[in-house]
Antibody
Framework: EVQLLESGGGLVQPGGSLRLSCAASGFTFSNFAMSWVRQAPGKGLEWVSVISLSGGSIYYADSVKGRFSISRDNSKNTLHLQMNSLRAEDTAVYYC??????????????WGQGTLVTVSS | QSVLTQPPSASGTPGQRVTISCSGSSSSIGTNYVNWYQQLPGTAPKLLIYRNNQRPSGVPDRFSGSKSGTSAFLAISGLRSEDEADYYCAAWDDSLSGPVFGGGTNLTVL
C-alpha cells in the first residue's frame, strides 16, 4: 500500500522559512515523479512543484518560483520542499503526491494527508 | 484565475445524471490528457478519471470522462449522496510547461 507522510508544517512569520518533507513507502520511490500540491483555506487546489524520477526535470508554479525549491533523495525515499521568503498567501495545506509515471503529467494517483503551513505574525 | 475553467457549482437529485465541464486551451486540454479528481469534505483529493476517460480500479463505472477539442467533461450517473464533493480537472499545459488544475466544482446532491 502506498503511503505518503508529510511533516514540517507549522506557524512561521512572514519572510521566514520552512522545510517540508514527505516520507514515501509501499512503492519504488525512484520510479515515479513526485509533486507538491497546496490548498489554501476554503480554496481550490494549486500545483506548487513537480520533480521527475531522477530530479532532472522540475516545474514550479509562478507564484513560488525563486522562493521554493523541490528536491528528492531516492536513497531515503524522501521528497522535500524548501520554502523561503514565505508570505501570508502561502498559507495552505500542502500535499505530497505521487505521479503515475516517472515524468510529470498532472496524473497523480496517491496523496498524503497534508501538512498545514500558516504564515502569520 | 485558473488556466482551466470549471463551473463553481453543480447540483442534482439522487439517481440523476450530472455533467461537469472543464474548459481549457489548445496548449492544455487541446493537446494533453485530462484527469479528474474528487475531494470529499475534509479529505485529500483522489484520482477519479485519468487520460480523459480511464477509471482507476475501485472507481465505480457511474463516473465517466470525455474530451472534445479544448473542453473535457465529467459525467456522474445514478447520483448518490456520497458523491457530494469538490471535483477538479487537471491537465498539463505546454505553454506553462507544467500541470494546472481547474478552479473546482462543488457538487451538491439535493
Amino acid at each position: 500500500e502506498v503511503q505518503l507522510l508529510e511533516s514540517g508544517g507549522g506557524l512561521v512569520q512572514p519572510g521566514g522559512s520552512l522545510r517540508l518533507s514527505c516520507a514515501a513507502s509501499g512503492f519504488t520511490f525512484s520510479n515515479f515523479a513526485m509533486s507538491w500540491v497546496r490548498q489554501a483555506p476554503g480554496k481550490g487546489l494549486e500545483w506548487v512543484s513537480v520533480i521527475s524520477l531522477s530530479g532532472g526535470s522540475i516545474y514550479y508554479a509562478d507564484s513560488v518560483k525563486g522562493r521554493f525549491s523541490i528536491s528528492r533523495d531516492n536513497s531515503k525515499n524522501t521528497l522535500h520542499l524548501q520554502m523561503n521568503s514565505l508570505r501570508a498567501e502561502d498559507t495552505a495545506v500542502y500535499y505530497c503526491a505521487k505521479d503515475r509515471f516517472g515524468v510529470a503529467a498532472a496524473e497523480v494517483d496517491s496523496w498524503g494527508q497534508g501538512t498545514l503551513v500558516t504564515v502569520s505574525s | 484565475q485558473s488556466v482551466l475553467t470549471q463551473p463553481p457549482s453543480a447540483s442534482g437529485t439522487p439517481g440523476q445524471r450530472v455533467t461537469i465541464s472543464c474548459s481549457g486551451s489548445s496548449s492544455s486540454i487541446g493537446t494533453n490528457y485530462v484527469n479528474w479528481y474528487q475531494q470529499l469534505p475534509g479529505t485529500a483529493p483522489k484520482l477519479l478519471i485519468y487520460r480523459n476517460n480511464q477509471r482507476p480500479s475501485g472507481v465505480p463505472d457511474r463516473f465517466s470522462g470525455s474530451k472534445s477539442g479544448t473542453s473535457a467533461f465529467l459525467a456522474i450517473s445514478g447520483l448518490r449522496s456520497e458523491d457530494e464533493a469538490d471535483y477538479y480537472c487537471a491537465a498539463w499545459d505546454d505553454s506553462l510547461s507544467g500541470p494546472v488544475f481547474g478552479g473546482g466544482t462543488n457538487l451538491t446532491v439535493l
